[in-house]
């Protein structure tokens, strides 16, 4: 009986969801509350979207030599990324084949893999070498035992991995988007900020914050929003969507002081040189892509009012190289992106509130809002 009752409660908000998502922006409003309380819902996405989708871990500069790794999770599965001494990133199980205990935290390099534990120890293709005092062990053998390797593909220097072997590759559902980024070179771009947190709120009110211009004036006036009119001029509202990922370009003035291209960067022409490009590739990678730097967020859920952040941020060689004094540059970059990041947690985490609200609901969305649209149509088509 009770199943009965969440099966028609979980039916009731994908059909005001699928409802909504059938409108025209004009016509469109946000998601329904209830999309950010409920735990099946959460199940639901867990299930048709972060295991069947292609997850962002951060970005090939992280790891540049051989033995560099890193480390995350996708959902609850511990993963590891590491460049072999062929020189390609592959990305395993984070866990021991003894006992399973987590092998590696944060990112650093290594010769091989040493679990902490019993010093069971593996190469860099993930294959056991060592494993001490299993001499007296029936039919143990080091051949046989290797970490679990998982899928893993490289998009312009991005690293995504995948639970699902049957997923379409990321180079064929990103194929257009392709054509916007590839100008920037932002393979080559130089990692200046890797964080991880964990933000009180469901997953879809950060990413759909990522998405929009609109807040940037208010939310943001101590920092970005300050040089930020919503000028018609300035946000487009004619870029499309796909059913992969979603965007859109801003365009600034020429002589606004980051955002453009540095006049040694000879690659980049035209509007391009003034236009950063700001995808959502679903589910949940985000990136702000300029002429000059870039920085991204790479998201999942934890609970329905808990999500697992990777944030980063990189700038273009030839910048870096021109800094006079790079060490305060960029702690000055540093410090002004984690008060950015600030002014959205306090947004966030305020509409995670919000929503628990029986009185709650949610209201039309703005022009600004276009892809905010384009992500509950995506929601919607998933579950
Ligand atoms: S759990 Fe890793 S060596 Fe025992
Ligand atoms: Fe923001």
Redesign the pocket.
Known sequence: MEHTVITNSVNDILTELKTNAAKPLGQAKAMPRKMYQSESILELEKEKIFKDGWICVGRTQDIPNVGDYLTWKILDEPVLVARRPDGEVAAYSNTCRHRMMLLLEGKGTCKRIVCPYHAWTYDLSGQLIGAPYMNKTDDFNKKDISLPEIRSEIWHGWIYLTLNPNARPVHEKLANLTPLIERYNCENYVGIVLKDTVWNCNWKLLAE??MEGY??PV??KAT?GAFCPLDETEFSDVDEADENFTYQTYTKDKEAPVGTAHPSNTSLEGKWRITSVLPTIFPSHMFSLAPDHLWYLSIQPIGVDKVRIRHGAAIAPEVLENLSDPDASLGEIREFLAK?QE??RF?VEGMQQGTAGDLSGSGQLSWLEREVNDFTKYIARKL
Do not use: R
């Open positions: 914050n990522f807040h940037l939310a943001h970005v950015v002014e959205d947004v």
